[in-house]
């Protein structure tokens, strides 16, 4: 299984400001993505790291709010942009990875936001 | 009609008792099978996975996959304070794109 370390675990941000997360892989992987989670609900995709192009986002998301960058196989970084209190959620990189038979799906820690 | 259906719970039980967890689906080419184990604020880890129908074992973890019923199970043996968490269930049809269920939180009572 991949080792994906995530920083920053959590923070506390004031709305309007911007915050980077990091995510790293000790490994090469082909498929990133990431995912939000919010208080006491599951996992919504927000979209697909691409390496060397840009990242494939799901409905409701937008490169000017969640700007991604995928340098390479073992990188990735997104943004939350000009936060606002509704944006407070886990923020979770993850990579697929074969194990067996087929593809499954690993996590990082998460990064925690609370914008205030 | 969701993709993947799992009960919130909560669901609360005296250590040593065994645990049953359950997710429903619609699409019935599914055929990659997940459960995962979240603590508070943390990343989900995966617990079990499973390829088509059957029974898979762990220790004390069982997963099932009914895929005539589209139904899938995760049963917790001797259950421990520890195991206290959400449970999310998670299912693939090519391995490239995953459907979640909303978790089940767990609590064993010591």
């Known amino acids: 299984s991949a080792v994906i370390s995530q920083k920053p675990s959590r923070d506390i941000c004031q709305r309007g400001t911007s915050l980077t997360i990091q995510c790293q892989v000790d490994s090469q992987v082909t498929m990133m993505f990431w995912y939000r989670q919010q208080p006491g609900q599951s996992l919504t995709l927000i979209a697909t790291a691409n390496q060397g192009s840009e990242a494939t986002y799901e409905s409701g998301f937008v490169i000017d709010k969640f700007p991604i960058s995928r340098p390479n196989l073992t990188f990735s970084t997104l943004t939350v942009s000009n936060m606002s209190p509704e944006d407070s959620s886990i923020y979770l990189c993850?990579?697929?990875?074969?194990?067996?038979?087929?593809?499954?799906?690993?996590f990082g820690e998460g990064s925690w936001l609370t914008v205030v | 009609q969701k993709e993947v259906e799992q009960d919130p719970g909560p669901l609360s039980v005296p250590e040593g008792a065994i645990v049953s967890l359950n997710c429903t689906y619609s699409n019935s080419a599914f055929q990659y099978f997940m459960w995962y184990r979240q603590y508070s604020r943390k990343g989900p880890e995966l617990l079990m996975y499973t390829y088509s129908s059957g029974n898979k074992e762990d220790g004390r973890f069982t997963a099932q996959v009914d895929k005539s019923s589209k139904y899938i199970s995760l049963f917790i043996r001797d259950s421990q304070p520890s195991d206290s968490a959400t449970y999310l269930c998670a299912m693939s049809r090519t391995g490239n794109q995953f459907y979640f269920g909303t978790g089940t939180s767990l609590t064993v009572i010591p």
């Open positions: 993850s990579v697929a990875s074969w194990l067996g038979s087929g593809n499954t799906i690993y």
